[in-house]
Nanobody, 120 residues
Framework: QVQLVESGGRLVQAGGSLRLSCAAS????????MGWFRQAPGKEREFVAA????????YYTDSVKGRFTISRDSAKNTVFLQMNSLKPEDTAVYYC?????????????WGQGTQVTVSS
């Protein structure tokens, strides 16, 4: 089993920045197999950022391109989500997820989530 623990969420004003962290423990998992999702109140969970299965390049949902950056520290089994120029519509619970391998299709492991609230 893989355990994922997110941290870094809090209340921030619009235009501000936050950095979320997700630490993986338990069975070994590649940090390339980890990604970020979010779920806003009353909405379905949506993809935010991850590393491509084929080459490890980063990719993002359109609404966060140019503002969010996913990165990783393989030595610490941790991935990060740097969020800049935050908007009220970024308010959501942010979840870290992991696949069994870099090339796997589905995310099988999920963290408990961390709340990000952006005030206008």
């Amino acid at each position: 089993q893989v355990q994922l623990v997110e941290s870094g969420g809090r209340l921030v004003q619009a235009g501000g920045s936050l950095r979320l962290s997700c630490a993986a423990s338990g069975r070994a998992v590649s940090t390339y197999a980890m990604g970020w999702f979010r779920q806003a109140p009353g909405k379905e969970r949506e993809f935010v950022a991850a590393f491509r299965r084929t080459n490890g390049y980063t990719y993002y949902t359109d609404s966060v391109k140019g503002r969010f950056t996913i990165s990783r520290d393989s030595a610490k089994n941790t991935v990060f989500l740097q969020m800049n120029s935050l908007k009220p519509e970024d308010t959501a619970v942010y979840y870290c997820a992991a696949r069994n391998s870099m090339t796997a299709m589905t995310y099988d492991y999920w963290g408990q989530g961390t709340q990000v609230t952006v005030s206008s």
